[in-house]
């Protein structure tokens, strides 16, 4: 594969996943780690991601202040922020994890829908400020740079006390066998908590991350109530998600 064709898939993958590590990368283009590491260094030179230790993120993963045409695939996003609104009614309680998904979602309620949110993400939080029908309650903790989310103990506690009506649960991969899955140990368990303390476990993805997966897993698809792409629920791509019996939108 020639390097501007191994340049490419670098790109795709830290755009779909947010980041990427080198092993993986390595793997998946059968090249040495350092032909990966070649390469992302030139890829950060180019200011077209950000080099971090065995691996690199996405320019927008760390970034607080990310510009919503910015966003990567905004418009297949909005569609599906429009249809898990569409599940929100005026007195519930949500929780929202991080990711530009969740933050579209965000953006986009409606004036009129008066709920209460639950957001360990900083991001999230922000976007909710604006809006005075939205009652926001951060959970707080330790707060990871690269993901600018509260992590660790305090967070998992703080969760304990909540029964949400809703989760909104983003996730770097999914895939109807492994169920959803990261490649951050502390995000992992972060949502794993979230799952618990919600009725309802929504998962917004867009389908791009249909059939990949990550080293950790979060929950096997038997735990998710609603899957939602941009994608009509008749397309084939849903096909072994709606063998697991979930609904599909």
């Not at 092993?23 to 070649?38: C, F, G, P, W, Y």
């Not at 260094?41 to 230790?53: P, S």
């Not at 009652?135 to 690269?146: N, Q, R, W, Y």
């Not at 991350?209 to 609603?226: F, G, P, W």
């Amino acid at each position: 594969m020639l390097k501007a064709e191994r340049k490419q898939v670098l790109l795709n993958e830290v755009r779909i996943h947010n980041r990427i590590l080198l092993t993986d990368i390595a793997e998946m283009l059968n090249v040495s780690i350092d032909t990966v590491r070649r390469d992302v260094t030139e890829l950060h030179k180019e200011n077209k991601l950000k080099k971090v230790h065995g691996g690199a993120i996405s320019l927008g993963f760390d970034n607080y202040n990310i510009r919503r045409e910015d966003v990567y695939s905004l418009e297949q996003k909005s569609h599906i922020a429009n249809k898990a609104i569409s599940l929100i009614k005026n007195g519930q309680v949500i929780l929202l994890t991080g990711g530009t998904t969740n933050m579209e979602l965000a953006r986009l309620l409606p004036p009129e829908l008066n709920i209460t949110c639950f957001t360990p993400s900083l991001p999230v939080a922000s976007i909710l400020l604006s809006k005075h029908n939205v009652d926001l309650i951060f959970v707080g903790g330790k707060i990871s740079k690269s993901s600018q989310i509260a992590v660790g103990g305090e967070t998992l506690r703080f969760l304990a006390d909540i029964k949400a009506d809703i989760c909104f649960l983003g996730t770097n991969s999914i895939d109807a066998d492994s169920g959803l899955t990261e490649f951050d140990w502390d995000i992992v368990q972060l949502k794993k908590a979230m799952i618990q303390s919600s009725r309802k476990v929504v998962a917004p993805v867009i389908s791009e991350k249909l059939n990949t997966a990550q080293r950790y897993k979060i929950c096997s698809m038997a735990e998710v109530d609603i899957l939602i792409t941009e994608l009509s629920p008749e397309n084939s791509k849903l096909k072994p998600f709606k063998q697991r019996d979930i609904l599909i939108m």
